[in-house]
């Protein structure tokens, strides 16, 4: 069964104070690993897609890394409207070889950054 | 635009109702997902479809059915509505293969009273 552990819960920032956010998986043979944002009260939106370890992906003020086991989100200078639940998921084979593009999600860290 | 739209925000439900939330997507996806979110347990697999007609169960379907009669379209139903199943009920869709992962609809709070 696969297993996507998010940490921290959550994390206070101060606009301009770099971190990042981890993603730990285990899964039985990894096809995508990604990473959306999540407003309250709105659905998840899509940020990346990471494949195979030591890939890298960047957008504005975010960057994800990808190892065999994990997942970091690196954010650079943030600003308050970097304020969101972050979501790390995986998608994996399943036993029979069609795991017809299910996720399986972490449970989110909640990212506040203050000005 | 690309979208998925979720025919509801807010719903208000009375405990023993049949309810019905729909989502509807215009990329042409192949798989649509019916998912779950609440605090401290994230995102739950409800039901999931690859294809019209089909349907698969995912990691919570008591209480819940589906239906997709329609490559488009993909209902959640509630049989007798229970106030466990309050919730944000989020639709997804993908291709067939998960590329790209999914795209989610804006979610329908449901309270159930």
């Not at chain 1, 790390?88 to 399943?94: E, G, Y």
């Not at chain 2, 996806?29 to 294809?51: A, C, K, T, V």
């Not at chain 2, 509630?78 to 009920?89: C, D, H, R």
Request: with cysteine.
């Amino acid at each position: 069964e696969d297993q996507v552990t998010q940490s921290p819960e959550a994390l206070r920032l101060q606009e301009g104070e770099s971190s990042s956010l981890n993603c730990s998986y285990t899964v039985s043979g990894l096809r995508g690993l990604f990473w959306y944002r999540q407003d309250p009260g709105k659905g998840p939106e899509f940020l990346f897609t990471l494949y195979s370890a030591g890939e890298e992906k960047e957008k504005e003020r975010l960057k994800a890394t990808l190892t065999k086991k994990e997942s970091f989100l690196h954010i650079t200078a943030p600003k308050p409207e970097d304020s969101a639940t972050y979501l790390c998921a995986v998608r994996s084979h399943d036993a029979g070889g069609t795991s017809y593009g299910k996720l399986t999600f972490g449970q989110g860290t909640i990212l506040t950054v203050h000005p | 635009d690309v979208k998925v739209t979720q025919s509801s925000r807010y719903l208000v439900k009375r405990t023993g109702e049949k309810v019905f939330l729909e989502c509807v997507q215009d990329m042409d996806h192949e798989n649509m997902f019916w998912y779950r979110q609440d605090p401290g347990l994230g995102l739950r697999l409800i039901y999931f479809s690859y294809d019209v007609k089909m349907k698969e169960k995912g990691d919570i379907p008591e209480g819940y059915s589906v239906s997709r009669e329609k490559k488009e379209r993909f209902s959640l139903i509630l049989e007798s509505a229970s106030t466990n199943q309050t919730s944000m009920y989020l639709c997804a869709s993908s291709l067939a293969t998960g590329g790209n992962g999914y795209t989610f609809g804006s979610g329908t709070r449901l309270t159930v009273v």
